[in-house]
């Protein structure tokens, strides 16, 4: 091989070096600015660190789920359920503005009842499910917010009964045979 042939195959991968370097800074850049039109990055939660801090849970962390998502929140809703820049909280439909210690207090703030996702206060409110399915169409598992924690297992997969003793008896989903019957934790039967 001539020395022009090993000095063009070094200024090629040179060339080809220099591109990807410079592609990977500027998909960096595209991805990490704040300026960009496209949605944000948001950091996805750890689910192991998530359940080895769950003996360190209080009685306020309740509404929280396994995975740490707010209970009853559809999860395309999930962002709109963070305080604003005066720790203010906007009823999704509406627009009214409450302090965000008022969500999921047991009282109905939200003339729509969107500010109890987690609880039966709203007696028009929506409690979401745990298992919701993005398919297309879009399968929601929803119930009426007053079922929740009512003692009946309303969800497929038992997320509407969350503060039931271990000791109590809870009614169990109905099924195909609509036969309810007593079981001391809801089934999963997603």
């Known amino acids: 091989m001539g020395?022009?042939?090993k000095k063009n195959i070094i200024i090629l991968t040179l060339c080809v070096v220099i591109s990807f370097i410079l592609y990977?800074?500027?998909?960096?850049?595209?991805?990490?600015?704040?300026?960009?039109?496209?949605?944000?990055?948001i950091p996805v939660l750890d689910r192991a660190k998530v359940k080895e801090l769950m003996?360190?849970?209080?009685?306020?962390?309740?509404?929280?789920?396994n995975?740490?998502?707010?209970?009853?929140?559809f999860y395309?809703?999930?962002?709109?359920?963070?305080p604003d820049d005066n720790n203010?909280?906007?009823c999704l439909k509406t627009g009214e503005k409450i302090a965000f210690e008022l969500l999921n207090d047991d009282y109905c703030d939200c003339d729509d009842g969107t500010d109890e996702p987690s609880t039966n206060a709203c007696v028009n409110g929506t409690f979401y499910c745990d298992t919701q399915y993005h398919s297309k169409p879009i399968l929601l598992h929803?119930?009426?917010?007053?079922?929740?924690?009512?003692?009946?297992?309303?969800?497929?997969?038992?997320?509407?009964?969350?503060?039931?003793?271990?000791n109590k008896?809870?009614?169990?989903?109905?099924?195909?045979?609509?036969?309810?019957?007593?079981?001391t934790k809801c089934p999963n039967n997603c």
């Open 3 to 5: 020395l022009k042939k």
């Open 88 to 90: 203010e909280f906007k």
């Open 169 to 183: 008896k809870l009614l169990s989903q109905s099924n195909d045979r609509h036969y309810r019957y007593y079981v």
């Open 55 to 65: 003996h360190l849970r209080s009685e306020d962390d309740k509404f929280i789920n």
């Open 142 to 166: 929803q119930i009426q917010s007053s079922k929740v924690n009512d003692g009946i297992c309303d969800c497929c997969d038992g997320s509407d009964e969350f503060t039931h003793e271990p």
């Open 67 to 73: 995975i740490g998502v707010i209970r009853g929140v």
């Open 76 to 82: 395309a809703h999930m962002p709109k359920y963070r």
């Open 24 to 41: 990977q800074l500027y998909f960096f850049l595209t991805i990490t600015s704040e300026t960009a039109s496209s949605s944000r990055v």
